[in-house]
């Protein structure tokens, strides 16, 4: 096999990068590099030219709104418009392989984030993914899975033996990947989850917020497995840059009894609660998908209840 040319997902080759990524040149191997994040979101048929098999060898963080999952099903549908055949090298999910939780999504038409019907813990491989899609979405794609050996479905990334490569340049650790579906559900609101900070998606954070007060509230909310501890924390860059924002720092300490969606739903609640004018807590919506979860939060219901839509 020859590699011939090499396609870059969001945050780039050495997923060290954020925002728009630009076409360019691997300085290592000379080859060309087509951007699969910035003017285009799938390979296109002259990037395509003279290529047989599409290999897609990426870590995923288990999580349904991170976005190499989207940018593998808009690469295999390209890969059957031109006949290709398309190659996942399955890895570990580094959050377990077990767990799923949260709203399964009706997914939009051309959406990035919401491209399938899937949990935001979804529990499944990038490879089982590919198998999914295919199947779900009629893909029709040539499709072949190199499978791992050895792997647990209860291990966490961290207990794989493997070494932590991070998949993206805010997503650090494992506890951090495991956070991500709490944390992460937030990031479309006006809040800082701590980007340009030193812990990235283990706090939560805004100049408004009373940080004494929401984490009393989440604290009382009973989660079990992470604790919260008030602090204040000034990002150096992405939102809030150079603001002192008053929140909360989230601990886990018991990875078997911490839920992260459950977590996220209950900041999501006593955000509401004590900043109904503050947070923007419409734009919440962009990645829960559920408007009766929606509807829960806004009506002040239990985190349970909420939980059971």
Same mark, same amino acid.
């Given at each position: 096999m020859t590699l011939a040319v090499l396609f870059a997902p969001e945050h780039g080759l050495d %997923?060290? $990068?954020e925002g728009t990524i630009a076409n360019g $040149?691997?300085?290592r191997t000379g080859l060309p590099v087509y951007s699969l994040y910035g003017n285009a979101f799938a390979p296109s048929g002259d990037s395509l030219a003279g290529i047989d098999t599409l290999v897609f060898d990426i870590q995923d963080v288990g999580t349904r709104f991170f976005t190499y999952a989207s940018t593998m099903r808009r690469a295999m549908a390209a890969a059957r418009a031109h006949d290709l055949r398309f190659m996942v090298l399955d890895r570990p999910n580094p959050i377990d392989g077990i767990d799923v939780a949260g709203p399964v999504v009706v997914p939009f038409p051309g959406s990035f984030v919401n491209y399938h019907s899937l949990p935001v813990r979804h529990g499944m491989t990038l490879g089982e993914l590919a198998t999914l899609l295919? %199947?779900?979405d009629h893909l029709g794609v040539a499709?072949?899975?190199v499978t791992m050996r050895g792997w647990r479905r209860q291990a966490?990334?961290?207990e794989t033996g493997l070494r932590w490569v991070n998949p993206s340049p805010n997503l650090r650790s494992v506890d951090e990947a495991l956070l991500y579906p709490a944390v992460g559900l937030l990031e479309s609101?006006?809040?800082s989850v701590g980007r340009g900070t030193d812990a990235p998606f283990e706090r939560v954070g805004a100049p408004w917020i009373d940080a004494i007060a929401l984490a &009393? &509230?989440?604290?009382a909310d009973g989660l079990a497995g992470v604790a919260f501890v008030p602090e204040v924390f000034t990002p150096k860059e992405d939102r809030y840059a150079g603001q002192a924002c008053s929140g909360i720092h989230l601990t886990v300490g018991d990875r078997s009894r911490f839920e992260p969606v459950r977590t996220g739903l &209950?900041? %999501? $609640?006593?955000l509401r609660r004590l900043y109904p004018r503050e947070w923007d807590f419409g734009k919440l919506d962009r990645l829960l998908v559920h408007p009766e979860a929606m509807s829960a939060i806004d009506g002040g219901l239990s985190v349970a209840s909420i939980v059971e839509t």
């Open positions: %997923a060290a $990068r $040149r691997d300085e295919n %199947a779900d499709l072949s899975v966490y990334g961290d609101t006006n809040v &009393a &509230a989440v604290t &209950a900041i %999501a $609640r006593e």
